[in-house]
């Protein structure tokens, strides 16, 4: 299976590199753009018995490191056979 | 304390043996132990390269675990720059810190004041001393969420905080956007120090200023006390 993670600055925390790229954006005429957010995206490929245990897993695996949870937020879906589930 | 991708740690290690005279002992990142030392100094660099985030892989060395039971101890532990990195990642510290708010790495001098004088780590300085000491960091931005940054200010654990050379806390002071200005803090007892400031680098008139000093000889002077007691 394969967890596909993202993880995001907390909204709470500023984001200068999101901001700096909003700018960007601006500057090339995107003014469409009202906010811009840069984050990580995390691949893991792993063994699991069935999608429930390997989502506890990656759960624990973004809590322990993956992920600070003082500044960060994190997301995944798991792959399995090529079905993806939120 | 050395980790693969550690710069500051020869410059921490002159001003202990050349300048302070004091014993010094470098631990790797693989030891099994603490050697017998009085003092922990996780200096700055980039442990195990700051991959995923800053200190996040550093807070797993085999030498971590032991340098957590000599913290609960009440052993003495002082990270600067990177090493604070490493404190909050491993949560010997609260908070984190992140990007410094102009995206730009900054090497510079701050002045820094100088909140606690009753620790073992500023028993040297004046009350409310204004420490000149360079940074060098692009990841110094302090951040806490409200609740912690309350408890940090209630319980005093601001220990240095970048202001004006008059020692006005000020925004233009700020060099990286931290919270409260704050440039370093100490656990609720007192022996877990971090901040962002490289006082190893401002230790000797040659290199332009000798405040770090004063912090690395209050030090030396709480471990003298400890065998004296």
Redesign the interface.
Known sequence: MIARIVVT?KP???D??GI?VRQGLATLGFREVSDVRIGKYIEVSLEADSEHQARQRVEAMCKQ??A?H??EDYRFEIETDGHKRR | MVFPGTWSDRDCGWVIDQVLGAELQYLWHKDADLKGCDCIILPGGFAYGDYLRTGAIARFAPVMEKVSEFADRGGLVWGICNGFQVLCEAGLLPGALIRNSSLEYRCQWTNLVVERTDLAFTSRCDEREVLSIPIGHGEGNYFADPATLSRLEQRGQVVFRYCDSGGRVTNNANPNGSTHNIAGIVNARGNVLGMMPHPERCSEAELGGTDGLKLFRSVAASAMQVLVS
């Open positions: 600055p709470v925390v500023n200068p590199q700096t490191l993956l600070n003082v500044i």
